[in-house]
């Protein structure tokens, strides 16, 4: 399944806390929970889990513009950048690893397990 926010520039908001990253995407929301790797273009590889802090390498690597976001049968989140990094968050067997959410509009949420919710005004 393609997400509504490939073309968007990707930006660590500031709504982000301890427990959930959240990302702006243009008009869209995109909120972390659970474990999430970033890979390089050169092969290097960020991993941060839920409760640990936020790094400048991090917030750094999660900026820029959105090539391709799809999500993957089981409920993988892949984020290609324009900058050749891609993020990649797992399903979690327990609680909802991500969500997409554009107030009113939009909402997609890889539930425990890996199952998708999605509603859509626009469809």
Do not use: K
Not at 48 to 63: F, N, W, Y
Not at 66 to 95: C, K, M, N, Q, T
């Amino acid at each position: 399944m393609d997400l509504p926010i490939a073309g968007s520039t990707l930006a660590v908001s500031t709504a982000a806390t301890v427990y959930q990253l959240s990302l702006a995407a243009g008009d869209y929301l995109l909120n972390i929970e659970g474990e999430l790797a970033v890979h390089s273009p050169t092969g290097a590889s960020l991993h941060r889990i839920p409760g640990e802090p936020h790094t400048d390498d991090l917030a750094a690597a999660l900026t820029g513009v959105i090539v391709s976001a799809v999500v993957a049968d089981g409920g993988e989140l892949r984020i290609d950048l324009e900058s050749g990094h891609r993020l990649v968050v797992e399903p979690d067997p327990y609680f909802e690893a991500w969500n997409v959410t554009a107030p009113g509009r939009y909402l997609a949420v890889c539930m425990p397990g890996g199952e998708l919710a999605v509603w859509s005004a626009e469809s």
